[in-house]
């Protein structure tokens, strides 16, 4: 047995995004991420976006999923004002 002491641990919980909700809806890659505009939200499915881990293949925490679905919110209100 080996003990290490450390002051804090994060623990990632899988490396597979949860996309399968989405396939033959919107574009996926390879590695099943759903695709999106470089440095924005939108999918290749006009008035669809997508945040957090779902997309970004390299922070895949939580803090992306709270940053990106803000990205998102302000993408869909810019695309209402703009569509309706």
Known sequence: IKYL???GLIIAIGHQPASDLFKNKVELDEEGYIKVTPGGTQTNVKGIFAAGDVFDKKYRQAI???GTGCMA???VIKYLESNH
């Open 73 to 75: 919110a302000l993408d």
């Open 64 to 66: 992306t999923a709270a």
């Open 5 to 7: 002491a450390f002051d």
